[in-house]
């Protein structure tokens, strides 16, 4: 819902921003053109792709283990997968419309059975 605007007497002198905000606030995912698919089965928990990820997008258990991806706030940049030691990877980038519709088992398949 769009945010009720300030009347003139309301902003800040200066337009000091008080509330920065937060991309945590904002789905972000909906920027993304590709989207990393991840494989539990060969992934060896190595984190890399949690350090590295600069959207702190890589979900994490209670055990501190790589649980899978935060598609509302991933934009896709590739960089997990970049990074994943495993060969073959345990993370793949596959188009945005090759995965719509498509369930995350279906896309792990497809991902990872080639
Ligand atoms: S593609 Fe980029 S934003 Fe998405 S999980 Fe990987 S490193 Fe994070
Ligand atoms: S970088 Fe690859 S192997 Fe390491 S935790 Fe992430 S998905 Fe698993």
């Known amino acids: 819902m769009a ?3 300030l009347n003139w007497d309301e902003v800040l002198i200066g337009a000091t921003i008080k509330d920065p905000g937060n991309s945590k606030s904002y789905e ?3 920027w993304r053109v590709e989207r990393p698919v991840w494989n539990p089965d060969t992934c060896i928990q190595c984190m890399f792709c949690w350090v590295y990820c600069p959207d702190s997008s890589i979900l994490v258990d209670e055990n501190g283990k790589m649980a899978g991806i935060d598609y509302d706030h991933c934009k896709g940049c590739g960089i997990c997968v970049e990074q994943c ?3 073959p990877k345990s993370l ?3 188009l945005e419309s090759e995965a719509k519709g498509k ?3 279906e896309l792990r398949k497809e991902a990872f059975s080639k």
Do not use: R
């Open 103 to 105: 369930t995350l088992k």
């Open 28 to 30: 972000t995912g909906s």
């Open 92 to 94: 793949k980038m596959i």
């Open 85 to 87: 030691p495993t060969k």
């Open 3 to 5: 945010e009720k605007l």
